[in-house]
């Protein structure tokens, strides 16, 4: 879709800093992350919502999601968990009209660090960031799981 900022981010025709990339899923840092590491992990082939999304697409999608939480507790980010998340339509605040999972990387101890990120949003060291996540991912498949 032309005018969607996602597909324009998929053709690289907007910039994004990427985590991940196959055949038919990009992951890649959100602009505007609530934790350092919060990563957005889309379908390279548009879907707006959940409705016109490719069934298996949405259990692979989530599959990538599962591998990129592993990846982040592995990583220089030392994540203790994640917050995974899909905001399915208007109705439940998405804003972005291309189908996205969020995987927000936490640790034990940072509510208030989450809270304020809720509310600044700021991005920091967007390549460095990325890279560790790709060492964590780099780790996680060497285990074989
Ligand atoms: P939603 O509320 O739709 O689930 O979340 C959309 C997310 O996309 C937000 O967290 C927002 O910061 C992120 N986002 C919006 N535009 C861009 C963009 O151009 N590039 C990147 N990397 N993230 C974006
Ligand atoms: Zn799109």
Redesign the pocket.
């Known amino acids: 879709m032309s005018s969607c900022?996602?597909c324009?981010?998929v053709r690289g025709e907007?910039?994004?800093?990427r985590v991940y990339e196959d055949d038919d899923f990009l992951a890649?840092?959100?602009?505007?992350?609530?934790t350092r590491g919060?990563t957005?992990v889309i379908p390279k082939q548009h879907s707006t919502e959940l409705e016109d999304l490719d069934r298996d697409a949405g259990a692979r999608l989530f599959r990538l999601g599962h591998h990129l939480a592993l990846a982040m507790r592995r990583s220089d980010l030392a994540a203790d968990g994640a917050n995974l998340?899909?905001?399915d339509g208007t109705a439940?605040?998405?804003?972005?009209?291309h189908v996205?999972l969020?995987v927000v990387p936490r640790q034990h101890g940072d509510k208030l660090r989450f809270a304020t990120g809720l509310v600044l949003?700021r991005s920091k060291d967007a390549e460095a960031t990325a890279a560790a996540i790709r060492t964590g991912l780099r780790k996680f498949e060497s285990e074989g799981s």
């Open positions: 900022i996602f324009q981010i907007a910039p994004a800093t890649f840092l959100d602009i505007r992350p609530i919060h957005l998340a899909l905001n439940a605040f998405q804003t972005v009209g996205h969020h949003r």
